[in-house]
């Protein structure tokens, strides 16, 4: 048996939410301090110290005049790919866009009578870079990866938005991916991949200027080297494996069910399936279908390994204990699969993602909905949120005074200063409001 159901309240069903709700982690200790290793390497030696860890680990001819995609592999990738992947990818792109583009945010400005004006005024980065991981050495080309993360980008307006992906062992780049970029306007792309790549982003280098935003899924050292520039860049989040709860009450599917843990489990051996149901019944039909489904996968052995290792399903005594515990995990994707979704959906506070109903699995978020894909994980998603327009903007206040609008302040301003023990601010005031 693959997962073994239990109960919320029994002894082993406490164990396994308490893990639940405190599954925050880092990178171990070794992990750390090779990215850091990394990341020295990339801030002393630039291009060089990347071209070797490229050779090492990807592709061993790289050169550094190939970092850069050129423009005759633009164009060839344009021509390799068929006209069904072109029209799957205009319909993904325009459903992103459509999404993303009420995400906008406008400059603002407020005016007192005494003639003061405070506002907002927001603008783009100048630059973000967008990671998209190698997918098995560029076979399974991450596609809605680039989408995901350069769409967004263009409509904050971003004026430079640079990939950045692994090339496979001939310094190649998979075709799909170099078309995607190109189809919403990416054309500077580079062949880098792990912890150097996102150092090389964060500090730049002779043939890769540094950017300001870093964004993007990818595997541990790619997770931790986003951690450890952090402050220097802004990154869109820590985030961990991917995730998802399934709430189920009797009308549930067993099948459906099964099939979206399955569709989770497949990502990663450490990939987190849970399933909080209230019946039992349909707890045992959900481990029959996954033992069912599970062999007809091209990825069998890693979903196996992740639904025996971290696979969950629990059985609630109500759906009120259900949506109570899936706001105590806080899951990146939430699926609500009971008899009326809707209705249960005022009570969810923390989740990544939400998908009501049968007819929604978290596959659709993934590819051609619209929302982002990238989520927070590890219960990161009770304080924080899916990439969007708002990770490549930043906004400054706006503040002006009038003469009279300081004389009216003035007091109050220099009474609390100097209860601040700021006598020259206080003074910076006053020295304007003095009579004449």
Request: hydrophobic share 45%.
């Amino acid at each position: 048996m693959l997962i073994t159901p239990v109960t919320t309240h029994s002894a082993k069903g406490k164990k396994i939410l308490a893990g639940l709700r405190d599954r925050f982690q880092l990178a171990d200790p070794a992990c750390q301090q090779t990215v850091s290793t990394i990341i020295d390497a990339i801030r002393q030696r630039g291009d060089e110290a990347l071209v070797e860890y490229i050779r090492k680990f990807d592709a061993p001819k790289m050169s550094v005049k190939q970092l850069r995609v050129s423009d005759e592999e633009l164009h060839e990738a344009m021509a390799s790919v068929d006209d069904d992947f072109l029209d799957a990818l205009e319909i993904a792109i325009e459903r992103i866009y459509t999404f993303h583009e009420r995400e906008r945010e406008q400059s603002w400005m407020v005016t007192r009578e005494d003639g003061a004006i405070t506002g907002r005024l927001v603008h783009p980065v100048d630059s973000a870079g967008l990671y998209v991981p190698g997918g098995q050495g560029g076979k399974t080309p991450l596609v809605s990866s680039v989408l995901m993360n350069g769409i967004p980008a263009a409509i904050a307006g971003v004026e430079r938005r640079v990939m950045m992906t692994p090339p496979d062992k001939n310094g190649t780049i998979n075709p799909a991916l170099l078309v995607a970029a190109q189809e919403i306007g990416i054309t500077e792309i580079y062949k880098a991949g792990s912890a150097w790549a996102i150092a090389a982003l964060a500090y730049g280098t002779k043939t890769i200027p540094a950017v300001d935003v870093i964004v993007g899924p990818g595997n541990q050292y790619v997770t931790e080297a986003k951690r450890q520039v952090a402050g220097r860049v802004r990154i869109d989040m820590i985030a961990g494996p991917s995730e998802v709860l399934i709430i189920a009450d009797e009308t549930g599917e067993p099948a459906y069910i099964a099939a979206d843990m399955l569709a989770q489990a497949e990502h990663d051996p450490l990939a987190l399936a849970m399933c909080i149901t209230t019946s039992e019944k349909l707890a045992g039909q959900i481990v029959a279908e996954l033992d069912k489904q599970l062999a007809k996968l091209s990825r069998a052995e890693i979903a196996k390994k992740s639904l025996s290792e971290r696979g969950v399903i629990l059985v609630a005594k109500n759906l009120d204990e259900a949506i109570t515990l899936a706001n105590e995990i806080a899951a990146e994707h939430l699926e609500l699969m009971v008899s009326e979704p809707f209705l249960w959906l005022t009570r969810v506070r923390h989740a990544g993602a939400i998908f009501l109903g049968r007819h929604t699995p978290e596959s659709v978020g993934d590819y051609l909905a619209g929302p982002n894909h990238v989520l927070p994980t590890m219960g990161t998603a009770r304080f924080s949120s899916a990439l969007g327009v708002e990770t490549f903007i930043k906004k400054s206040s706006l503040i002006a005074y009038s003469e009279e609008a300081l004389q009216a302040d003035s007091a109050h301003i220099r009474l609390l200063a100097k209860l601040e023990g700021l006598t020259a601010h206080a003074n910076s005031v006053a020295i304007r409001t003095k009579k004449k």
